[in-house]
């Protein structure tokens, strides 16, 4: 009965192509999250979501879209992929927005 | 620009001893404190939290102090076992402005030895 889970747990894909990572979170929290944690470790946010609305976008790239068809998936589309999207991200979510976030299990996308 | 800054990427400590991880903030509106634990291939778990109004918080074994003043947070393990070691993340926010949005410091890796 895995709280936040992510798929999938590893992507391994060319320069160019389009992937999207799904998130589901079990625990009836409002708001979810993406985080991407780069090759120096930082966690950093990128998205949030508040019951399907868009509450937080940071600095990211257009490329990049996220979309909640419900308040319990948080999926994230990527276009065009490039080099420096090489990553491992995260989802969270919590109860309106207010801490703790819990994480999923991340997933490590690698572009070749 | 770093709002949150762990110092020490490493920290070895010997099983039975105290743990200390060290965590500074530059941003004075920060107002709730969290530690995460993470291991390899899984995503942080939380570990406990201190809002701005307190100094300490405990749970367990896992003691967290807060100095405003100096814009400082530990983290105390007592007395630390060898499955706590993972890599640990400090993170601020401001609760009720910022829409959950969590900054994260760098981790610092603590190895507990038998």
């Known amino acids: 009965d895995t709280a936040v889970s992510q798929t999938p747990k590893y992507l391994v894909t060319q320069m160019g192509n389009d992937k999207s990572i799904k998130c589901e979170q079990n625990l009836g929290h409002d708001t979810m999250y993406w985080y991407k944690q780069d090759s120096k470790k930082f966690l950093k946010i990128m998205f949030s979501y508040n019951n399907k609305e868009l509450i937080i976008n940071e600095t990211v790239p257009n490329r990049f879209s996220p979309k909640s068809p419900d308040k319990a998936h948080l999926n994230l589309h990527i276009n065009s992929l490039e080099l420096g999207d090489s990553a491992v991200y995260f989802c969270a979510s919590s109860r309106t927005g207010i801490p703790p976030q819990h994480f999923g299990d991340g997933t490590r996308l690698s572009i070749l | 620009d770093q709002q949150v800054k762990q110092n020490s990427p490493s920290l070895s400590v010997q099983e039975g001893r105290i743990s200390i991880l060290n965590c500074d903030y530059t941003n004075s509106m920060f107002d709730y404190f969290l530690w995460y634990k993470k291991y390899p291939a899984e995503g942080p778990t939380f570990l406990i939290s201190i809002s701005s109004i307190k100094d300490k918080n405990e749970d367990g074994r896992f003691t967290v102090f807060l100095n405003k003043s100096a814009k400082h947070l530990s983290l105390h393990i007592v007395p630390s076992q060898p499955g706590d070691s993972a890599v640990y993340f400090c993170?601020?926010?401001?609760?009720?402005?910022?829409?959950?949005?969590?900054?994260f410091g760098q981790g610092t890796e603590l190895s507990v030895k038998p």
């Open positions: 993170a601020a926010t401001e609760i009720y402005n910022q829409g959950g949005k969590l900054i």
